[in-house]
């Protein structure tokens, strides 16, 4: 592997609060403070009108394997996430076996290491089978190698068991993340309980539904003082709550999914099932509010929940479909438009998805700080482009943003000094 050098791009490292021109250095899969002594071995990028910033990391992807190798696999999933211009994904415990136990998490490890693309972090599962009734064991996944606990795509409905596995997490120092849904509430909703969801004749999800299980979560990290991070927070109250919250000190975070702060609950008149998601697109007033939040740091992540459903799953009728839509490879783009429209300066985008991520799962990763993993992402602000499902890396094609105009693109990925990708 030769040594690296990315020559005149405007790096952004909000890690070391860096955001000027300058070169970076990589030599043995690692950032190097100065360039390595043989010159005419190393490999020079040129990275003059690009964006170098430490290796993206998205803390919520679903990569499907073990169980549905159909939908999507740990490899074409890295792929995605490296053409995405991302260099760690956290995927979620709710394959088929649930990893829920150690053997999962070593087949996920060994998966990730074989296919030597992007890292992979797994996650485990709090209950047995996502269940919510009885507690995975938690110290042995740990040390199985999670970097978090989740029951994602489900959610724990008993408030003393979640007190319970929030107690345990924090004896393993291991965060917890939560997938809010009260399911009594959100029933058998599949669209935002609200104007569309009437005129539409869909059954409505209320956001109140999501609402009271972030409450439950504040609570519940003020009692253990331990840290709980909200998934794929969508509505305007829980921001709100979130901030509160925060401002109190509480050890409360949360991330937002792109399709929320871009999309809204109109694009659901088509009854198109590329649109359905949990939780399901809300008003513009959520939208506006899931902005504010990410300007004034209430949410301190952005992450695409990436969902892959295989084509003849989702052709069905709305009210029939999964919920879910892929996202690795146009979450960087879309997040490229929060600056774009100033709602966020470029190295608050950037910290979105390195430094606080990292932060929150205690990663060593999403720094250029010489030393540091040799995990870079090389991002052109101004390329045009349009987004063609038909090539995604994925084995799915249920994305919203199909035919999209996008502005702003990875051109490069490299993970621990290797590029993983590059577009030509
Ligand atoms: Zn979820």
């Known amino acids: ?63 499907r394997e073990p169980g549905r190798s159909d939908q999507e696999t740990i490899e074409t999933g890295a792929r995605c996430a490296a053409r995405g211009g991302l260099t760690s994904v956290v995927c979620m415990p709710n394959t088929s076996p649930t990893a829920d136990n150690t053997s999962t998490i ?9 296919v030597g693309c992007v890292n992979v972090f797994p996650t485990g599962a ?48 291991l965060p917890v993340l939560d997938h809010c849904q009260d399911y009594n509430l959100t029933a058998n909703g599949v669209a935002h309980e609200g104007y569309w969801s009437a005129a539409l004749g869909l059954r409505g999800w209320p956001a109140v539904g999501e609402n009271v299980i ?21 509505s305007a109250r829980s921001v709100e709550l979130i901030r509160e919250a925060k401002q109190r000190g509480v050890r409360i975070s949360a991330e937002a999914a792109p399709h929320h702060f871009t999309l809204t609950d109109e694009y659901l008149k088509n009854y198109d099932s590329n649109f359905k998601m949990n939780p399901p697109l809300l008003t513009a007033h959520d939208r506006d509010a899931l902005l504010a939040g990410l300007a004034d740091g209430t949410i301190d992540c952005i992450a695409g929940d990436h969902a892959p459903h295989c084509t003849h799953e989702k052709e069905v009728e709305f009210d029939m479909a999964p919920f879910g839509i892929i996202g690795l490879e146009t979450e960087l783009s879309l997040a490229m438009e929060l600056a774009r429209k100033k709602v966020l300066t470029l190295p608050q985008l950037v910290e979105k998805f390195t430094v606080n991520p990292a932060r929150l799962l205690q990663l060593d990763k999403g720094t250029l700080s010489p030393g540091a993993d040799a995990d870079i992402t090389i991002i052109d602000p101004e390329q045009q482009w349009t987004y063609d499902v038909g090539q995604s890396a994925s084995k799915s094609r249920n994305s919203p943003f199909h035919g999209w105009e996008l502005r702003g693109k990875a051109v490069m990925t490299i993970v621990d000094g290797k590029i993983v990708w590059r577009d030509e």
């Open 1 to 63: 592997m030769k040594p690296l050098q990315i020559k005149g791009g405007r790096v952004i490292d909000p890690a070391n609060e860096i955001d000027e021109a300058r070169d970076v250095f990589v030599c043995d899969g690692k950032i190097a403070a100065a360039p390595s002594a043989s010159d005419d071995e190393v490999e020079v990028i040129d990275a003059r009108g690009k964006i170098v910033v430490p290796g993206l990391i998205d803390m919520h992807a679903h990569l």
């Open 106 to 114: 070593a087949f996920i490890k060994q998966r990730a290491a074989a």
């Open 126 to 173: 709090i209950t047995k089978g996502l269940k919510g009734e009885e507690l995975a064991p938690i110290g042995s996944l740990k040390r199985a190698g999670v970097v978090a606990i989740t029951d994602d795509g489900s959610c724990i409905q008993n408030n003393d068991l979640m007190r319970h596995a929030v107690e345990y997490a924090k004896m393993f120092e």
């Open 214 to 234: 972030i409450a439950r979560n504040i609570l519940l990290a003020e009692l253990t003082d331990w840290c709980i991070h909200c998934q794929h927070v969508s």
